[in-house]
């Protein structure tokens, strides 16, 4: 403690009366102490309020997003496991790998979510890959907090997002500037949002790297819930 | 003396609706306001998290103005709205999360709006709790009204739908510029614009008046 920084200290004349319904810095910490500690304990409240809600609600925009990339999928399955090879996991576990099936209960193709840094925080999105095409048939961004009105576009832009409809994997996919490119495995950066842009085909390689040796053949999965 | 009190109350409601707006006259908020209006929703959406802020950080302001030190004043204002911005944030997420998804940053942002410190600083902490409620909910609404007109009307020009409805059919060729960032602030200038107007009108017309007098 330094004493003599004590504000009952006077600093200039007149200062005196002042000074001395001047509170104490004892007093200024405490307040602000008081002031976080609620703070906190309302924030704990709230958020074990609505944790389970929005968990909730990840789980189905999740599940949405899985028949959203793969086309024609109506119906998925979880795939996890330790093993070389994935497998069928429960329905409430986490998975980070699905198959989806159509309305026959053919197998259409796998969605994949990955995650990552973006331009301001992490990334999360999830691919549709069809096997038999080599190619990713469809992306969606679950998650993001790129500038609004640039980076978001990512999500929002068609043109961009449309360019992952057919997007060869072999070989790896790159980012070329928009209008350069027209390969099969080029994707148009957005102008003014290169780095989102990147980050979005980098996620998605790394997550295709990690998980593309372990897919299941087509021929070994089944659709849920014995469908036909 | 059972109609001033009440008479003044409706008066600090009423003063944020109108004469006081704080889009219209005192133009505050501009980030928000620009930013998220580009549909009816979005608009109403952020002016009700912002609504919320307001009365929640207004009352407990009030409640504490005669225990919070003068030197830390604005720091403990801004912990407790802080802390109802993230309330309304992880609320938001939990029961509207395309909306929640949609506002993104821009709600985190409410924090920095210039108008709850403001409101804080130059009325809750100098006033009992009913008048810094009655303050907060004129404000608040003011806000939400001034971002809705805004929502709604770029929405309608640049988009053709109303509230996601489709309103002139496929013939509409829609005014896109409205909905993105340029279409705001022509909007908001067409708007203060008319502000302005009746404003002077008003003026006018009372200085004629007084000249009869």
Redesign the interface.
């Known amino acids: 403690m330094s004493a003599t920084e004590s504000p009952a200290t006077p600093t200039s004349q007149g200062a005196a009366t002042a000074a001395a319904n001047e509170p104490g810095s004892l007093r200024l910490a405490l307040t602000l102490g008081f002031a976080g500690l609620l703070s906190g304990l309302i924030l704990v409240l709230v958020y074990q309020f609505t944790l389970p809600i929005i968990e909730a609600n990840r789980a189905l925009a999740l599940k949405r997003a899985v028949l959203q990339v793969v086309p024609g999928a109506v119906s998925m399955q979880k795939l996890g496991g330790d093993g070389a090879t994935l497998a069928p996991i429960g329905e409430d576990e986490k998975a980070t790998v699905f198959a989806a099936f159509d309305d026959q209960g053919a197998f259409k193709g796998f969605a994949i979510t990955g995650e990552g840094a973006g331009f301001q925080d992490t990334i999360q999105l999830i691919y549709g890959f069809d096997p038999a095409k080599k190619q990713v048939v469809g992306l969606r961004v679950l998650e993001s907090r790129e500038t609004p009105g640039l980076g978001d576009k990512i999500i929002k832009d068609q043109g961009f997002v449309g360019q992952f409809d057919d997007l060869a994997v072999e070989p790896t996919p790159v980012v070329v500037k928009a209008g350069e490119g027209g390969g099969a495995h080029q994707v148009d950066a957005i102008t003014g949002a290169t780095i989102s842009s990147k980050a979005v085909v980098k996620i998605m390689n790394t997550a295709h790297g990690a998980w593309a040796g372990k897919l299941p053949p087509a021929a070994a999965l089944k659709a849920p819930g014995g469908a036909p | 003396m059972s109609a001033g009190p009440d008479m003044k109350a409706l008066d600090e409601l009423l003063k944020g609706l109108w004469d006081e707006n704080p889009v219209f006259v005192q133009v505050l908020g501009m980030c928000p306001v620009l930013?998220v209006t580009n549909s009816a929703v979005n608009a109403l959406a952020m002016g009700g998290a912002t609504f919320f802020v307001l009365m929640a950080s207004s009352l407990l302001v009030s409640m504490v103005r005669k225990?919070?030190?003068k030197?830390?004043r604005i720091?403990?204002f801004i912990?407790?709205i802080?802390?109802f911005v993230?309330?309304a944030d992880?609320?938001l997420?939990?029961?509207v999360?395309d909306v929640h998804k949609e506002l993104?940053?821009?709600i985190s942002l409410i924090v920095v709006n210039c108008l709850i410190l403001g409101r804080q600083e130059a009325f809750a902490s100098r006033n009992p709790i009913k008048p810094a409620l009655m303050d907060a909910a004129g404000m608040g609404l003011g806000f939400t009204f001034a971002l809705f007109l805004l929502g709604a009307s770029r929405e309608v020009l640049g988009n053709g739908t109303f509230f996601g409805i489709d309103l002139f059919g496929p013939q509409f060729e829609p005014w896109v510029v409205m909905i993105l960032?340029p279409g705001g602030f022509l909007m908001l200038g067409m708007i203060l614009l008319f502000f302005n107007w009746m404003q002077a009108k008003k003026q006018a017309r009372r200085a004629a008046a007084e000249g009869v007098a």
């Open positions: 930013a225990w919070v030190p030197a830390v720091s403990t912990v407790i802080a802390t993230t309330v992880m609320l997420a939990a029961w999360p993104g940053a821009f960032p």
